[in-house]
């Protein structure tokens, strides 16, 4: 038995993880690619000549982070977040676009493929930037692209579009539409638009004859519709309140805030929501760190997204790496991107606003 102890000791620790999830509809196990992360860290050698502020900087020196994921052309793509050091408080952020043949091993564009600039958008996005995306496909094969807008005051959620994923155009505020601006100086972010798998491809689909998207970053989540995948609208209650479709919980991982993860994802049990959480150490997870983010899973009723079936109890992935627990932000590990690429998912994250790391699950 003590032989038997010292041998399971040595062996790495993916082959002692459970070898089913903790429910039967939910993803994974996941596993953390240990041996290769961070697959993407800050660059202080490229530079961009910035439109707003009229000089070369370094667009990636400071942090990169909460990226998204897509499978194109047999390679993975990933739209990623990065910060300069130039704006006081921070950084500006832009996305940036790299490319990979086996999901880890990444090759960045030297400029950045989305950034604020002299548009229409300036007023949202200035100076602190465009972030956090989640990207999915259309129909007819259009990426569309949600992320956040941050002047410095307010995160305002937008969408952009593109057939390439390096030139984008940008389709304004999600919500912007709705009641004579009722949502335009109001904060939202997190957009994860319901989508069905083709193949490698995660392609929005409507449901009772409307496009759906989770969205928020509170201790309730929330839902809006579209009839295009542009314009959106959010739920309310009759007393005109925002409709909530799940809650964060006393005594988990979520106490402080749940969050989307990357898209939403209809399964044969229903549609399949990754989220984060944030923890409180006195009223949540006891266990987990203070301000800690872990991941969870949401199960929704596929024809009816608003109903919320199932979730896990406990959270299935949580900063437990010197680079997930210490950065910008300690202890976090974000959810972002997830692609099926090789038999395999992988799920990419932000570490402690620094860095990004992946986790992989067999399909």
């Known amino acids: 038995m003590i032989r038997l102890f010292l041998i399971l000791s040595l062996l790495p620790s993916c082959l002692l993880a459970q070898s089913k999830p903790e429910k039967p509809w939910m993803l994974g196990p996941f596993q953390k690619e240990n041996a290769y992360n961070p697959i993407l860290a800050a660059k202080t050698n490229t530079t961009f000549s910035c439109p707003v502020r009229h000089e070369t900087v370094r667009w990636e020196e400071k942090d990169v982070y909460n990226p998204s994921a897509v499978v194109r052309n047999g390679k993975v793509y990933m739209i990623y977040r990065a910060e300069d050091t130039v704006r006081r408080v921070g950084g500006t952020s832009r996305l940036g676009l790299a490319v990979s043949s086996d999901g880890i091993h990444f090759k960045r564009m030297p400029k950045p493929v989305f950034y604020p600039a002299n548009d229409p958008m300036k007023i949202y996005e200035w100076e602190g930037g465009c972030e956090d995306p989640r990207v ?7 990426y569309v692209m949600t992320y956040t807008a941050y002047d410095g005051d307010k995160a305002r959620l937008c969408v952009a579009t593109s057939r390439n994923l390096i030139n984008w155009h940008k389709q304004g505020l999600a919500f912007d539409d709705v009641d004579n601006g009722k949502y335009r100086n109001n904060w939202s972010k997190s957009g994860a638009i319901v989508c069905k798998r083709v193949g490698s491809r995660l392609v ?3 449901i009772n004859g409307h496009y759906w998207m989770y969205w928020g970053d509170k201790p309730q989540l929330r839902l809006a519709t579209s009839d295009d995948l542009l314009h959106w ?5 009759e007393g005109g309140k925002p409709l909530v479709v799940a809650e964060s919980r006393k005594g988990k991982h979520d106490y402080r805030l749940i969050e989307p993860g990357p898209f939403a994802m209809l399964t044969p049990n229903g549609i399949l929501l990754i989220y984060n959480g944030m923890n409180d150490a006195k009223n949540g997870d006891v266990n ?13 009723d596929a024809n009816d997204p608003t109903k919320l079936i199932d979730r896990s ?6 900063p437990d790496q010197p680079y997930e627990m210490e950065g910008q932000v300690n202890q976090v590990c974000f959810l972002e991107g997830m692609v099926p690429f090789r038999g395999r998912w992988f799920l990419y994250y932000g570490t402690a606003d620094s860095k990004i790391g992946v986790a992989v699950a067999k399909q």
Not at 313 to 318: D, L, M, R, S, V
Request: glycine share 12%; hydrophobic share 40%; no cysteine.
């Open 233 to 237: 609208k959010p739920l309310d209650t």
């Open 313 to 318: 109890e406990n959270h299935f992935i949580k």
């Open 204 to 206: 929005a689909q409507k």
């Open 136 to 142: 999915v496909e259309s129909a007819n094969g259009v």
């Open 288 to 300: 987990l760190a203070e301000g800690a983010y872990a991941g969870g899973q949401l199960l929704f």
